[in-house]
């Protein structure tokens, strides 16, 4: 079954500080993965996405994401986090199978920035 | 604003009941997909138009249906309304259905009482 797993509920993190939010994915084939950020009583935003190339890619905001295909993992991380950066955080996949834009969303992680 | 629009904010409804959500995609987009958020569920993929046909269906209940019309806009109907329909509705729409990101509505909160 194809799934998007973030292990982690919660993130808290000082102002200042890197922060990391952690994203594995299970499909088959190459994905197209995505992060998605969720402020209170909005829509989602987009931040990135990994296609293809380098597996360091950069966001909207100062984040940056890295795919790593051994680990199956793409986590979102920031050098230095800021209090407006507190939010619900989604990593989501893509399947390459069968021309379809679907994504496949993982349960969300909620990042607290303190001051 | 990423430039998607739905109709309406709010939407308080009683069960059994029958609604219709609207979304206008973004200039030029040709997708359109549904989703459902809610806090058991999570986010879960409904349904993707393209260009007005049909072309993935996900954990969309038979209760529901949507359309794509031919100026693209796209209607999410809703039937015979349960307690658990309670969500946030959110449209989204993008250029191509493989390697472009897909833009969010603000989405409709449905509550069915």
């Known amino acids: 079954a194809q799934s998007v797993a973030q292990p982690e509920d919660q993130v808290k993190v000082a102002e200042g500080n890197p922060l990391t939010v952690k994203c594995t994915y299970s499909v088959s084939g190459n994905p197209y993965l995505f992060w998605y950020v969720q402020y209170p009583n909005r829509g989602l935003q987009f931040l990135l996405k990994y296609i293809t190339g380098d597996n360091l890619v950069k966001g909207s905001y100062g984040f940056e994401a890295e795919f790593n295909k051994s680990q199956t993992s793409f986590h979102l991380k920031k050098p230095s986090a800021l209090v407006s950066d507190s939010a619900l955080y989604f990593c989501?996949?893509?399947?390459?199978?069968?021309?379809?834009?679907?994504?496949?969303f993982g349960q969300g992680t909620t990042l607290q920035v303190k001051p | 604003d990423s430039g998607v629009t739905q109709t309406p904010k709010h939407l308080i409804t009683a069960t059994g009941q029958r609604v219709t959500l609207r979304c206008s995609p973004r200039s030029g987009d040709l997708s359109v997909y549904w989703y459902q958020q809610s806090l058991d569920q999570g986010l879960q993929f409904l349904i993707q138009y393209y260009n007005g046909e049909e072309r993935a269906k996900g954990n969309i209940l038979e209760r529901f249906s949507a359309q794509q019309f031919p100026d693209l806009h796209s209607e999410l109907n809703l039937s015979s309304l349960e307690l658990g329909d309670s969500a946030l509705y959110f449209c989204?729409?993008?250029?191509?259905?493989?390697?472009?990101?897909?833009?969010f509505g603000q989405g409709t909160r449905l509550t069915v009482v």
């Open positions: 989501a996949v893509r399947p390459f199978s069968g021309n379809t834009g679907k994504l496949i």
């Open positions: 989204a729409s993008s250029r191509q259905t493989s390697n472009t990101e897909a833009f």
